[in-house]
């Protein structure tokens, strides 16, 4: 059954903002986030149906057009999903919403609409328009949905991601880079609000340049669309869920995890000892038994928190309308068809979740327990063919 939970509202203290008079640089917004309780020892083995009404499976089309190894980023529009992989092909491709193969963006290569190292993919949902970041090039390409090539703009710092905003804005995720490209620098931001022609206009969350970067763990997607116009973010060892628009910016969310929140010396004790091993942090947290955000996923009325706690990895869902949540030790038992357990998520769109498997997973279940459709998808399905999209829909 779905937990209760004890929302309060605090004065947002978790993190020191100093006042900054440039007129790019930007503070955020002075904000009471919402505490999220999280203080409780999850269970093991909960069931996913107490919060998921059902799920739809789409087995990716496979040809020699379009294999792809791991889904890195996955963006659901109107009528596709746009897919990056960045592990194997390295490259971008959109497929139907049944997963019928439909082009291809771009092509490798260091020429005019090329791309080398594609690191992250966005989408305007209102000029239709596919952005890709070129994390070696430095570059950020645009190309129609039907993959022609429309413009590309140098990029003259590096970053983690990059996604596009409303207005022609984007926000630029710079994952410390600060720390390399302009070394001399009292002050870093972790995002970049950038205008069409890739111009910052402001500078958001800035962080301690007495960080070691050697000490840090760096999380996945840390940015990502929760709608149209605005974005989360979250920090490695940092309790806050941000929200972060090309209007404001500001910690929406606090995580408390009551006895196994990281100590308040932690930054100054830790992050910036000169250890220079990020293997000397993680035990560090293992030894203590701390707890810190791994990855969220959000939509208009869903979070989806992947946490650390005993040194385990817990999964949580919370109603943003209901004030509950939901968790469990990863992985939640599927019991609504009995396919593969649910560890966690790419991606979502609005009121759904997106997860993604692959089919060799699949064909380990014991058919004769599986419900539903995924019996027959599971019969069709080759081992070596392209992974496999799961739409979950939330009660």
Known sequence: MNKPLSVTTVLFMSLLISCNTQNNSTNLQLHTPKVINLSNTPKTNQLLSNVVDSIKYI???????????????????????????????????????????????GKLGEGPGEYKTPNSISYDFYSNTIFIYDIENKKLLSYSVDGRFLSENRINYYGRNLIRLNDNKFAFHTEYSDFVTKPNNKEGYNIFILDKKLKILKKLIPYS???????????????????????????????????????????????????????????????????????????????????????????????????????????????????????????????????????????????????????????????????????????????????????????
């Open 59 to 105: 087995p990716l089309e496979t040809n020699d057009s379009c294999l792809i190894g791991t889904i890195n980023q996955l963006i659901e529009c109107k009528d596709r999903f746009i897919i990056l992989d960045t592990e194997n092909s390295h490259s971008v491709y959109c497929f139907d919403k049944n997963g019928n193969f439909l082009n291809k963006i």
């Open 209 to 395: 340049r007495k960080i070691n970067i050697e000490n840090m763990v760096f999380l996945y997607n840390p940015l990502s669309f929760f709608n149209n116009d605005s974005l989360s973010f979250i920090m490695p060892y940092n309790n806050n869920i941000f929200h972060i628009s090309n209007k404001e910016s500001n910690a929406f969310y606090y995580i408390n995890f009551g006895k196994y929140n990281l100590p308040v010396t932690f930054n100054d004790e830790i992050l910036t000892s000169n250890y220079g091993n990020s293997e000397f942090t993680i035990n560090y947290i293992k030894k203590g038994n701390y707890s810190y955000i791994k990855q969220v996923v959000e939509n208009t009325n869903w979070l989806f928190i992947t946490y650390l706690k005993n040194n385990k990895y817990v999964g949580t869902f919370y109603s943003k309308t209901d004030n509950f949540y939901y968790e469990s030790y990863l992985p939640f038992i599927n019991d609504i068809d009995n396919g593969n357990s649910f560890y966690g998520l790419i991606s979502t769109n609005r009121n759904h979740f997106i997860g993604i498997t692959y089919p060799y997973l699949l064909k380990r279940i014991e058919i004769d327990n599986v419900k539903g459709s995924l019996k027959n998808i599971i019969t069709r399905l080759e081992e070596t063919d392209n992974p496999v999209i799961i739409v979950y829909f939330m009660k």
